[in-house]
């Protein structure tokens, strides 16, 4: 045999100890739908603001831009504070088991509007809740997706495993379209707006019950990561210099997030 396909076929091998059962492939696939599930509610339920409520299709649209921007914060920092976390559950399963419950508890209650309101009480009500509820969904995502990367260091159950939830991340979609008939169904509800508060209780509950399972049943594999080589003197710029002493004015590890911070932007 050809020594070069020998050690490719070699390479291809995953180890036992590094395989990922068939039932933990579902479990973080569960997260996938849970995860994908949110996103496509929030933003498909929203026509009920327009159609059931009367609210102007602008302010709609301000609603459904204005709580994304907080995500250019929020979803950084969260992954900083999930890499810094120590604690005897890992990094990324307190925050993935919490924030799953938050996320549920928060999208139902979001959609419980109160009758007989003006637009602006119900544009502040629903800008203040979408915040709180991306604040919850951010607290759950971020680890979880990160939670993906370190169950194995094989490179190819990896691929399986990320095979696996984007399969099951699909369903999220497939179900998308079929919530404007569920909110408009007149067997099971008066109106549009009792239909998405009932749509929203019942995405809660699914959000808590099945997003907290990757938490409950997955654990990362954290390997020690050596430190990175200094650069040389060529590589260090005016530029990076500056930056340098602009971060380090700021106390601990938040001038780490900070630098990084202003990496991705640039």
Partial sequence: MDPCNMSKEENSETKPSDKISIAQKFIYGLGALTNNLLGAAIGGMAIVLNL?????????????????LTDAITDPL?????????????????????????????FALLWQFPRGE?????FWF?????IIFYLAYTVFATPWVALGYELTPDYHERTRIMAVQNFMGQFAWILAPW?????????????MIEGASWLAIIIGVFTICVGVLPAIFLKERIKKVKASEPESAAEITPKKIKVAETVEEFPGGLKDFIKGFIITIK
């Fill in 118 to 122: 003006t637009e602006n009480f119900y």
């Fill in 78 to 106: 969260m992954v900083y504070i999930s890499d810094h976390t120590k604690s005897r559950w890992g990094r990324r399963r307190p925050y993935i088991f919490f924030g799953a419950i938050a996320a549920g508890l928060v």
């Fill in 126 to 130: 629903f800008l203040i809740g979408s």
């Fill in 179 to 191: 919530f404007l008939w569920f909110m408009q169904s007149e067997t099971f509800f008066d109106d």
């Fill in 52 to 68: 059931g409520l009367g609210m102007n299709p602008a302010l709609v649209g301000l609603l459904g831009a204005l709580p994304r």
